[in-house]
């Protein structure tokens, strides 16, 4: 085989291997709720499971209802803590799976006249904080794992953008290989 056969064939194996073995998230729809001490909310939150199984990116969250009666609706998320230093919301909205990773904000304006969300532990207080305003009770408290649920209800595969790249590279090699041959 021609030195620049095999360079081909050895730069598309390794292109495909790495696009084959680039991690997956999936996007997905949860099942949220959580009780405080003034009432339980329940929601709909469409986001992205990372490659851990556990952490998830949150893009928005809908069907909002607050001691079982519709509540605002928040099309605003983001990240409780860079929100609280800009003064709007900002930032990727994460929740868990188990309820070990929150920094976590839903409003209904950028300035969050009605809310609720989630600060991480260690930004306030040593454990995570949950709050709300408006519509959802006016708390400002201490988490409580076990009055919190995020369930998965339905998932689609979405592949990474590095397995994305990766393809578009096998075909550049493919189409450089077969231009190389086509030269002959």
Do not use: H, W
């Amino acid at each position: 085989m021609p030195l620049k056969s095999s360079f081909c064939y050895s730069v598309a194996l390794a292109t495909v291997a790495t696009a084959t073995l680039a991690p997956v998230a999936s996007a997905a729809t949860f099942n949220f709720s959580y009780t405080s001490s003034a009432g339980t909310i329940t929601a709909t939150v469409d986001g992205t499971l990372q490659p851990d199984n556990n952490t998830v990116f949150v893009s928005s969250i809908s069907n909002t209802t607050f001691n079982g009666s519709p509540a605002p609706a928040l099309p605003l998320t983001g990240s409780s803590v860079d929100s609280i230093f800009a003064g709007v919301i900002t930032g990727q909205a994460v929740l868990s799976l188990d309820g070990s990773v929150l920094d976590f904000s839903a409003c209904n304006t950028t300035t969050c006249n009605d809310e609720f969300g989630f600060f991480p532990a260690g930004f306030i207080t040593p454990v995570a904080v949950f709050l709300s305003g408006g519509g959802y009770g006016s708390v400002f408290e201490l988490f409580v794992i076990t009055n919190y649920s995020l369930t998965p209800a339905g998932t689609t595969t979405v592949p990474e953008p590095a397995t994305v790249l990766g393809l578009l590279s096998v075909a550049g090699v493919g189409l450089l290989c077969k231009g190389r041959k086509l030269e002959k």
